[in-house]
């Protein structure tokens, strides 16, 4: 069965600093992999996602992810962290042979310190 | 273009009773997610409606319930309700043959 793993329950950046969200998955062939982020009271926005090809990733917001098979990883970055970044994030793979069913990483809180 | 619409956005209910949550999809897309969000389980996956068709199914127990309608529209239904089922019940919907799913705000349940 697929997992999940994301090392990092809570991670404070000061403002204008660089981030990296940690995400180890588990999966038997190639993965989708995604990331989403979530404000409070919200739901989940995409963020990214990878499917082939290309193993970094662009996404919204300024936001990349680099897929590394041989680390099992897609860890999210972003090189300046603004105050609005200030949520929680959400690492998920999903099984392509599963149709769109996603499993989840337990999620990362980022608090961003003025 | 709308957002995928979940209704109602809070619900109170007490134990033993049954709700129905509803979840309009994106325009277009035709198949539709459910997921419950604790924080003591995170999120879980419960099932997936395509065309009418339930194709995939998370492991919850037989009270979770849900269907969809000739126009994608979702709903789920929990019956019995036990205060373990207290949570952030997401919606989500996709385009045929794409994986990226578009949530919607949610329907917060609680159990009293």
């Known amino acids: 069965a697929q997992s999940v793993t994301q090392p990092d329950i809570h991670i404070t950046v000061s403002e204008g600093a660089s981030l990296e969200l940690r995400c180890n998955y588990s999966?038997?062939?190639?993965?989708?992999l995604f990331w989403y982020v979530q404000s409070p009271g919200q739901g989940l926005q995409l963020l990214l996602k990878?499917?082939?090809?290309?193993?970094l990733v662009q996404g919204i917001k300024g936001f990349e992810a680099e897929f590394k098979r041989s680390q099992s990883s897609f860890n999210l970055r972003k090189p300046s962290v603004h105050w609005s970044d200030a949520a929680e994030y959400f690492c998920?793979?999903?099984?392509?042979?599963?149709?769109?069913?996603?499993?989840f990483g337990g999620g990362t809180r980022l608090m961003v310190k003025p | 273009k709308a957002g995928v619409t979940q209704t109602p956005r809070y619900l109170i209910k007490t134990r033993g009773q049954q709700v129905t949550l509803s979840c309009s999809p994106i325009?277009?897309?035709?198949?539709v997610s459910w997921y419950q969000q604790t924080p003591g389980q995170g999120l879980q996956f419960l099932f997936e409606?395509?065309?009418?068709?339930?194709?995939n199914k998370g492991n919850f127990p037989g009270r979770f319930s849900g269907r969809q309608f000739s126009n994608s529209r979702s709903e789920m239904n929990v019956s019995t309700l036990e205060l373990g089922d207290s949570a952030l019940y997401l919606c989500?919907?996709?385009?045929?043959?794409?994986?990226?799913?578009?949530f919607g705000d949610g329907t917060r349940l609680s159990i009293l």
């Open positions: 999966y038997g062939a190639t993965p989708y």
């Open positions: 409606y395509f065309s009418e068709t339930q194709r």
């Open positions: 990878y499917f082939s090809g290309d193993t």
């Open positions: 325009s277009g897309h035709r198949s």
């Open positions: 998920a793979v999903g099984d392509n042979n599963a149709g769109n069913m996603l499993t």
């Open positions: 989500a919907s996709s385009f045929e043959g794409s994986t990226a799913q578009h």
